[in-house]
């Protein structure tokens, strides 16, 4: 199956300071890529749909000041977690469609775990 | 808005025994339905999904799910459970922008 990347698997930063998460398609293009956050034993949350040459799409209530990303080209889509705080803690999961049309399964990334002290 | 429900937050079996992880839907429209399985601190995994034709729907790793129109329904099901099964399971519902909507997930326990 379609690989998906995420680096780093965890990061731990203090209060205050930026943090990026990498997202990559390793064996297909993706123009399109999700960015998700997940509380402990709970379901993944829509952050955001990242689009690959134009603006990130928001879901309601995602700061997209805090939350900042870029789709540089059809195989990375980046995450900075702005200023961090604690109650940004959570884990972290991109995803991206492999080929077009909306039916076709998404292949997820193994996920960040960021822990802001 | 389209959404899916998964009753139960956990299901536990005996090894051997049949896995059933229950998920309702409510969309407007045709639904386009997937499971996905989440072992610990890992990406989600595609197990498999429905969209059009026959009604049951065979995926990975031996599961199988039942679309059921009159009870807007489609439980995912195992005939013979393994300790491996032991995971987080997400039922979810695709939009026409490629969005998912996830269930809350439903914790399965197979006991050996």
């Known amino acids: 199956g379609a690989v998906v990347s995420q680096h780093p698997s965890w990061v731990i930063c203090k209060s205050g300071t930026s943090v990026k998460i990498e997202c990559r398609s390793l064996?297909?293009?993706?123009?399109?890529m999700f960015w998700y956050r997940q509380f402990p034993k709970q379901s993944l949350m829509l952050m955001a749909t990242?689009?690959?040459?134009?603006?990130?799409?928001?879901e309601q209530g995602v700061e997209k000041d805090k939350f900042l990303i870029n789709h540089a080209s059809l195989t990375l889509s980046t995450l900075t977690v702005t200023s961090a705080h604690p109650e940004d803690s959570s884990f972290y999961i991109c995803?991206?469609?492999?080929?077009?049309?909306?039916?076709?399964?998404?292949?997820f990334g193994p996920g960040t775990r960021l822990t802001v002290l | 808005a389209q959404s899916v429900a998964q009753p139960e937050d956990q299901v536990n079996v005996a090894e051997g025994n049949p896995l059933t992880v229950k998920c309702t839907y409510s969309?407007?429209?045709?639904?386009?339905l997937f499971w996905y399985v989440q072992y610990p601190n890992r990406g989600l995994q595609f197990l498999l999904k429905?969209?059009?034709?026959?009604?049951l729907v065979k995926g990975s790793y031996g599961f199988e799910a039942e679309f059921n129109k009159s009870q807007t329904s489609f439980h995912l099901k195992k005939p013979s459970a393994l300790v491996s099964d032991s995971a987080l399971y997400f039922c979810?519902?695709?939009?026409?922008?490629?969005?998912?909507?996830f269930g809350a997930g439903t914790t399965v326990t197979v006991r050996a």
């Open positions: 995803s991206a469609p492999r080929t077009s049309g909306p039916y076709n399964e998404q292949f």
């Open positions: 979810a519902v695709i939009s026409n922008d490629y969005k998912l909507s």
């Open positions: 990242s689009n690959e040459g134009s603006k990130a799409t928001y």
């Open positions: 064996d297909f293009q993706a123009t399109t």
């Open positions: 429905y969209i059009t034709g026959d009604n």
């Open positions: 969309v407007s429209g045709n639904p386009y």
